[in-house]
Every structure is written in structure tokens, then in C-alpha cells.
């Protein structure tokens, strides 16, 4: 097996690629057995083998559990996700996959605790190229993948301080919004994770152009990742990574407890009802 994944001079997504055929082939399927036993379409199948398209984590579970491959195709898919980032953002991925504990501030629902649907939405606004479909399900892929680590063992201690714009900033689809807010109220009882509001009554604060997240690893070692204004920063200094260590400790000061954030999230959500079932 490890000659027919030696990944040396290819990217993450062709070694998936690659694997995902091997193993059909080693089991003596064809695509189109694979398909009818599995469930998934030919031509999407085709697509993940050829490496022209990334799958959602949990294609690779299945994939993984009907083969008896254990975690080999997940293990191909963490790399291969990485395909769909920037070089910078690849760097923070990676510390991202092993921190032990993160922090994180957003002014919007973050990335790790959007739903699909959600997600789906945001992108899309985002895009205005004619390959919109594609570049869309891509990106949705790769950033629900990052949700991966919120449940990998051992599970990070997170902690995520929402600003109160992210939940007066409502999806398009209703639906959409419910089955948001409901994921969030989820999250906030999570036992690995600490989510607060930081309510608009806290004023004006110093990172209301953008998030912050730091991140330690077992060993102790930290670093922070800034993006705002369409600009992102990974911070390797010590000196830096405490001023900014400190910078969050004042926002989280000035946020609601994670018990009265969980009664906040609540209250959008009844609001939320209240409105959609009398317009």
C-alpha cells in the first residue's frame, strides 16, 4: 500500500485521487459497481478519482468503512482539502488540525460553526465568475471539513466569542437561519466548547474589521491569525502573539458568560420564530 501512496511530488487531491482507485480496482469494482453498492453517482465518483473534485469528510468515511480501509482515505482527504487554500492559509491549517486549544473572535459566524446550507449561501455571494456551481462546492467541502477537528479525538478545548452582529445578520432562506441558529445553540453545550456573545451594548471594540485566533499546541507553542480587509496575517512572534493574547482577553471580558450567551442564542431563535410565524 505505501508504494501506491507515496505522495512525493504530487498534491494532496491527486494522492486521494489515486488511492480511491487503487482500492476499487484492488477490490476488482468497477464505477459503476461502486456506485450501485454505495449509493454515490458514477460521474461524481469519476471526478473524486481523477482529482477534480474534493468530497464532504463523510464520503470518505463511507468510502473508508466499505473498502475496510480503516482511516486511509480521510487521512489523503485532511491533505487534500488543503488544495482549496491559499499557501498562507495552508500554513494555519495545519497548526489549526493539531492546536490543543484554540481561541477564536469572529464579527460573523465563524467557519467552524456553519452549517452546510449556511455556508453554501455565503459563498455563493462571494462568487461572481461563471463557474460558480463548481467553485462553490468546493469551497462548501473544504470548509466543513475544517469542522473535522471539533470532533477528533483528543478534541480541542475551543473557545469562540461571536459578536452579536453575526446573529442580526440573518441568511436569505428562513429555513436557512432556523437550522443556523439551532446549530449554534448546539454548539454552545458542546462540552469542548466555550461560546459567548459579545453584545453591541459592549460598545466599540478593537477588532471590529475582522477576526482573531490563537492557537496552542501540546508542546506549549502559540501563534495568532488575523484577517480583515481582505487581508490574513500568521503571527509566529512570541512578543506579537501575546499582545495580541492580551487583545483577546479584553474582548472576552467585555462578552456575555457562556451561560447567558446560550440564553442569548436562545432568544434570537425564539425571535426568529415569533417573526416567521407572524410576518
Not at 221 to 231: H, I, M, P, Q
Not at 238 to 260: F, I
Request: hydrophobic letters at 40%; a negative charge; proline letters at 4%.
Amino acid at each position: 500500500m505505501a508504494e501506491q501512496v507515496d505522495a512525493q511530488g504530487e498534491s494532496g487531491r491527486a494522492v486521494l485521487g489515486r488511492t480511491l482507485r487503487f482500492l476499487r480496482e484492488k477490490e476488482g469494482k468497477s464505477l459503476g459497481q461502486l456506485a450501485d453498492e454505495t449509493g454515490y453517482d458514477k460521474s461524481y465518483l469519476s471526478r473524486l478519482e481523477s482529482g477534480e473534485r474534493l468530497s464532504k469528510v463523510t464520503v470518505m468515511e463511507d468510502l473508508d468503512g466499505y473498502y475496510g480501509a480503516g482511516d486511509l482515505l480521510v487521512s489523503h482527504w485532511k491533505a487534500a482539502r488543503l488544495d482549496a487554500f491559499k499557501d498562507q492559509y495552508k500554513e494555519y491549517m495545519k497548526l489549526e488540525s493539531t492546536a490543543r486549544v484554540m481561541w477564536v473572535f469572529t464579527p460573523g459566524v465563524p467557519g467552524l460553526l456553519q452549517t452546510e446550507d449556511f455556508a453554501r449561501e455565503v459563498l455563493s455571494k462571494a462568487q461572481t465568475t461563471a463557474d460558480v456551481d463548481e467553485w462553490v462546492e468546493e469551497q462548501v467541502a473544504a470548509r466543513l471539513g475544517r469542522q473535522y477537528l471539533l470532533r477528533q479525538e483528543p478534541q480541542p478545548d475551543v473557545r469562540i466569542i461571536l459578536d452579536e452582529f453575526a446573529l442580526r445578520r440573518p441568511a436569505a432562506s428562513a429555513q436557512t437561519w432556523h437550522d443556523q441558529l439551532l446549530h449554534l445553540e448546539a454548539a454552545a453545550l458542546w462540552p469542548n466548547v466555550a461560546l459567548q456573545v459579545l453584545p453591541f451594548s459592549a460598545g466599540a471594540h478593537h477588532h471590529m474589521n475582522g477576526s482573531l485566533t490563537l492557537l496552542w499546541q501540546r508542546d506549549g507553542s502559540a501563534v495568532a491569525y488575523k484577517e480583515g480587509n481582505g487581508c490574513s496575517r500568521l503571527i509566529e512572534d512570541p512578543d506579537e502573539v501575546l499582545r495580541n493574547r492580551l487583545s483577546y482577553d479584553r474582548l472576552r471580558d467585555l462578552a456575555l458568560s457562556p451561560s447567558d450567551s446560550l440564553k442569548f442564542i436562545r432568544r434570537v431563535l425564539k425571535e426568529h420564530r415569533h417573526h416567521e410565524a407572524h410576518p
